[in-house]
């Protein structure tokens, strides 16, 4: 029972890369989300997904696109990465939109140079 | 991560003492809350949750305390443990439509044997 499994753990690119990051659940929740967290700030939304084939955005969508074409996937893409997207990035679902039954991936480490 | 933790408040206290983590939160309207911890390296952990319409809730080791009036939440964990040595960070809810959760920085606890 693997929850909210993410891959890569750990990634650098180089200005102008773009690379997709790849978020899998397996208790087939409908709701999945991706946040990214620096320091001394709380995690902040990128983009969410009510369902699969949906998509919508968050507090800080630009920069970032993202795919929901299973119900268990949801993929974050950076299409030209920037040294400001350096963060780490959190993949979350959940069974309901209200905040309950919230499931955390152990996250992503991006650096960009 | 470890970067997580930086430029955070912490709070240090003794095995076996109670801690108090503070945590102020911004809307009114929120009508849910919640305490997670993240240890380095790992993904946000649910710990406890309460309602707007609770003052008080209990768990194992844990109590949450909500004060509408000035818009503050604490988390006390009783008997402090090496284990408990964390980032906790507390989420409010806002209803309506996709409900919202707005993430606080976090405080770091180091708990020292």
């Known amino acids: 029972n693997a929850g909210v499994t993410q891959t890569p753990k750990f990634r650098v690119l180089k200005t102008g890369q773009s690379m997709t990051l790849l978020c899998a659940q397996d208790m087939n929740h409908e709701y999945m989300y991706w946040y990214r967290q620096d320091p001394g700030m709380g995690l902040r939304l990128i983009h969410y997904s009510v369902g699969e084939g949906t998509t919508a955005k968050g507090e800080v969508p630009d920069g970032y696109n993202v795919s929901r074409l299973k119900k268990q996937n949801f993929l974050l893409g950076l299409e030209s990465a920037a040294p400001s997207q350096t963060s780490v990035y959190f993949c979350?679902?959940?069974?309901?939109?209200?905040?309950?039954?919230?499931?955390f991936g152990s996250g992503t480490r991006l650096t960009v140079v | 991560g470890e970067s997580v933790g930086l430029h955070l408040p912490t709070l240090s206290v003794q095995e076996g003492d109670n801690s108090i983590i503070n945590c102020a939160y911004s809307n009114s309207a929120s009508d849910y809350f919640i305490w997670y911890k993240q240890e380095s390296g790992k993904g946000p952990q649910f710990i406890i949750d309460?309602?707007?319409?609770?003052d008080k809730r209990q768990g194992q080791r844990v109590t949450v305390l909500l004060n509408k009036t000035v818009k503050h939440l604490s988390l006390q964990i009783a008997a402090t443990q090496p284990g408990d040595s964390a980032v906790y960070f507390c989420a409010e809810v806002l209803s309506g439509g996709y409900n919202k959760l707005i993430f606080g920085a976090g405080t770091r606890l180091a708990v020292h044997p």
């Open positions: 309460i309602r707007s319409n609770m």
């Open positions: 979350a679902s959940s069974y309901s939109a209200g905040g309950y039954g919230y499931t």
